[in-house]
Nanobody, 113 residues
Framework: VQLQASGGGSVQAGGSLTLSCTVS????????LGWFRQTPGKEREVVAV???????YYAESVQGRFTLSRDTSKNTVMLQMDSLKPEDTAVYYC????????WGRGTQVTVSS
């Protein structure tokens, strides 16, 4: 199983970034995919995930600003992040579930004020 994430970087507050994650192995065609994030000293928290083929869950802090989507033909899940705030600064992790949790390598997102 692999989760290959890309798209992190640095942006000023109010800017946008798009994260992308391509999955392989036994996460192909699985519904439960998405993104978590973590800052130093804090637990990893959910950002946005698919809970089924079409249902999504967003953390309250990102509702209305972040959009989760996927391209099943490319086995890819994306996170469009708009109106970024400094508090969105974190390491973002791609996540998938098939009988257990799978994690990609984190990608850093830094939002400066």
């Amino acid at each position: 199983v692999q989760l290959q994430a890309s798209g992190g970087g640095s942006v000023q507050a109010g800017g946008s970034l798009t994260l992308s994650c391509t999955v392989s192995g036994n996460l192909v065609n699985r519904h439960r995919l998405g993104w978590f994030r973590q800052t130093p000293g804090k637990e990893r928290e959910v950002v946005a995930v698919y809970t089924s083929a079409s249902d999504t869950y967003y953390a309250e802090s990102v509702q209305g600003r972040f959009t989760l989507s996927r391209d099943t033909s490319k086995n890819t899940v994306m996170l469009q992040m708009d109106s970024l705030k400094p508090e969105d600064t974190a390491v973002y992790y791609c996540w998938g579930y098939n009988s257990q949790n799978y994690w990609g390598r984190g990608t850093q997102v830094t939002v400066s004020s």
